[in-house]
Structures are given as structure tokens and as C-alpha cells.
């Protein structure tokens, strides 16, 4: 790890204001992610800017919004009362990710911005456009067991990344409509949790539309009838810290044996959070069944394409939907 400078302000805008003044500077919270990163060698920020002593850990009820300051350790959240009464959904998918001891060292705004990234990204002596575009990915002929079947073209190629994104909570979520609240030399600005993160393009580097210079300060989730049926399933390689192999988010309002309103997300399956909008048509409106289910997730499937050792996922992906909308339901 190469030296750097390390500065804690109190106050939002001297956060802001020393990273936006400097091309070389990071914010720092619980570094979860960011020191690992350092430590390879694959992030080397001049400047580090602590941003744990800034007001940013509030969970509050106001307006019809949950709010959750970016600062707040995933473990809390994961406990609060009004997210376990309001969002059992996102409580579920917080519990589900990585470890208990990671989980009381990530904030909210951390775990929003973790590095997509996957095995290839972390050697240094292997090409990958994610640390530096049009120099190739390792992944698309090397080991791909782990990657992504949504969001790539209709064909990946060297300029590419599938990679898949790592975090639940990010798939809860997406799955509540949820919006993230930043703050820059510019002032704040809202941004639409399904427009805050990128898939690769031309720019696989980048991983969020945040700019540079911008801080999370929020999360903002509106009140919602997803309370009761709701259900994060998530299917993994080992029973504990391990990152989803799939991952669905299913939220059920149910009126009268009939499907009123639904949400259906999944991880682990493409460089972002990922919204299964046409499967969420076929299921508006229609009677509980796993007939319907599987429908819905076939529909879901269209436009998912394998590479060598990920194929398994075109049937894992359906199936993961099907069982967590019977889960949801509580239909067997």
C-alpha cells in the first residue's frame, strides 16, 4: 500500500470540498472495500477523506419515506425496528450478505458502491477492462463460472466486462423503488436506485453515475404495501460470506388470492442489480400459482446469454424465481 494523506472533516461541505479539490482523493467509511482494493494495489489514492465523523447515521420516518443516512452499519439497519415493520425486505437481503463482522464495519453508502469486480479484476498480471478499458477481459476465455448472463449484448467481446455486481441489499433495494439522496460542490441530487448503477458500455470502469465529487448522504425508501409477502432467497456456493451465485428479491401485494402489485429483482446475474420488468407484467393482476410463476420467469429469462462455465444459470436463475414468489406467496 503507497503512503497517503489522511484528513477527517466534521462537517459535509469540507468533506466535499477535499475530495472535489483534489483529482488524487477518496472518501473512506468503514473500507470494507476500498482498503482491499488499496492493499492489491489497484485503487492508490493520494488522500484519503474519513467521512465517519460527519452526521449521516440517522434512520428516520418522514413524508412517507424511510430514510437511512449513508453512514448507518448494515448490521443496524438490518435491526432497526422501522426497517424490520416497513422493509422486512431489505432487512432480509442485509442479513443474507457477507459475514457478521463485515456487517458491523459496512455503511449503507459503502455497500451501495462496492467494486463490481470478480476474480480476473484483482490479478494485475491479467488483462481487465474494469481496471482499464479496451485491454481486454480475461474472464470471457478463462474461468466465467461466477458471471453474468443479463446485460452483456447479445454477444460479450473484448471490450467487455461480466462481471456481476455483489451486493443483496442492493437487490432489496432496487426491488423497493428506492432513491439515493448525494450531495456535491453542485448541491444535492436525487438519482433513481435503477439509474445509479451502470452496466459496462464503453466504459467499464465505471460502475455508478455518481460523479467524483459526489457524496451519498441518503437512501430514501417509499412506504409500500410489501410487508407481509416478501421473500430474499439467495443461492450460494457455501452457507455463509459468500457472494450470490443468484439472488432474487420477491415482494407480493396480495388482495384476494390475486397478485395486485409486484416487485421482482435479481443479483448475481449481471453487472448491476437487475429488474425483471416483463416477468413483473405477466404477474400483475394474475391468480397465485407456481404455474404463473414459471411462466413469468421463463418470460424473464429472454435476452440472458451463457458463456462457457455459466450456463448452469439459465435454469438456476428461473428456478431461484419460482421458489422465491412460492416463498413470498407462502404457497407450497
Known sequence: MKPFQYLRPTKLNEAIDAVASDPNARFIAGGTNLVDLMKRGIVAPEKLVDINHLPLKKIEQKDGMLRIGALTLNSDVAQHKLVIA???????????GASGQLRNMATVG??????TRCTYFYDTALPCNKRKPETGCSALEGINRNHAIFGIGEKAD????????????????????????????GGERRIKFADFHRLPGDRPDL???????????????????????????????RASYAFALVSVAAALEIDQNRIKNVRLTMGGVAHKPWRMYEAEKILAGQTLSETVFRQAAEVAMAGAISNEHNAYKLKLAPNAMVEALKIAAQIS
Do not use: W
Request: proline share 7%; with cysteine; charged share 20%.
Open 86 to 96: 416497513k422493509h422486512p425486505l431489505l432487512a432480509q437481503a442485509l442479513n443474507a
Open 110 to 115: 459503502g455497500n451501495i458502491l462496492q467494486q
Open 207 to 237: 460502475n455508478t453515475n455518481l460523479e467524483k465529487d459526489e457524496l451519498i448522504v441518503a437512501v430514501e425508501i417509499p412506504d409500500a404495501p410489501f410487508t407481509k409477502h416478501i421473500h430474499y432467497l439467495k443461492v450460494r456456493d
Open 158 to 185: 473484448q471490450k467487455s466486462c461480466i462481471a456481476v455486481h455483489p451486493s443483496d441489499m442492493c437487490v432489496a433495494l432496487l426491488a423497493l423503488d428506492a432513491t439515493v439522496l448525494v450531495m456535491g460542490p
